[in-house]
T-cell receptor, first 112, second 116 residues
Framework: AQRVTQPEKLLSVFKGAPVELKCNYSYSGSPELFWYVQYSRQRLQLLLRHISRESIKGFTADLNKGETSFHLKKPFAQEEDSAMYYCALTGTGGSTLGRLYFGRGTQLTVWP | EAGVAQSPRYKIIEKRQSVAFWCNPISGHATLYWYQQILGQGPKLLIQFQNNGVVDDSQLPKDRFSAERLKGVDSTLKIQPAKLEDSAVYLC??????????????FGNGTRLTVT
């Protein structure tokens, strides 16, 4: 069964500190992994996806198939990074194709 | 571009009443999704449309929930009768097409439903 686990419900860091939001997944095939973000009073939006291998707003995420993880990292957190972050996966075949499975989310707070 | 539009933003009803939510996707987006997000949880897919056809409704409680997208554009999600556990935010999302690699989801602001 497909599952996305975000072990931390809340995460607080000070401005300028490194931040890592953890995400582990279970999926029998080769999934596509995403991070979505929801800033206060805004809609849920895509932050980045592993196939793009890009850095958005200083965030990066590496897919580790051995550890089935897709942790989100940023070396120097900023106050504007405070938001709710959701890890999500979609299957690449069968009944899971095109269907997004979300984790429960991690609320990141960056203190000044 | 205009985003995904949803209405109403908030709705409070009593249990056993009916409620309907409306969604207007981004123009040209063939795929439309309804998600349910219960407090403290991530969004859960209820139903997925490709144009006006249902692709996936395996998680939709069909005894009380229904959804349609008659002309392949707007969509409505209905709950009849509502239960207390239906209290959640209902998110609509759309994407260009079936292949998520090239078409990320765009979400609306959601409708927050409270069932008392």
């Amino acid at each position: 069964a497909q599952r996305v686990t975000q072990p931390e419900k809340l995460l607080s860091v000070f401005k300028g500190a490194p931040v890592e939001l953890k995400c582990n997944y279970s999926y029998s095939g080769s999934p596509e992994l995403f991070w979505y973000v929801q800033y206060s009073r805004q809609r849920l939006q895509l932050l980045l996806r592993h196939i793009s291998r890009e850095s958005i707003k200083g965030f990066t995420a590496d897919l580790n198939k051995g550890e089935t993880s897709f942790h989100l990292k940023k070396p120097f957190a900023q106050e504007e990074d405070s938001a709710m972050y959701y890890c999500a996966l979609t299957g690449t075949g069968g009944s899971t194709l095109g269907r997004l499975y979300f984790g429960r989310g991690t609320q990141l707070t960056v203190w000044p | 571009e205009a985003g995904v539009a949803q209405s109403p933003r908030y709705k409070i009803i009593e249990k056993r009443q009916s409620v309907a939510f409306w969604c207007n996707p981004i123009s040209g987006h063939a795929t439309l999704y309804w998600y349910q997000q219960i407090l403290g949880q991530g969004p859960k897919l209820l139903i997925q449309f490709q144009n006006n056809g249902v692709v996936d409704d395996s998680q939709l409680p069909k005894d009380r929930f229904s959804a349609e997208r008659l002309k392949g554009v707007d969509s409505t999600l209905k709950i009849q009768p509502a239960k207390l556990e239906d209290s959640a935010v209902y998110l609509c999302a759309s994407s260009l097409g079936w292949d998520r690699t090239n078409s990320p989801l765009h979400f609306g602001n959601g409708t927050r439903l409270t069932v008392t």
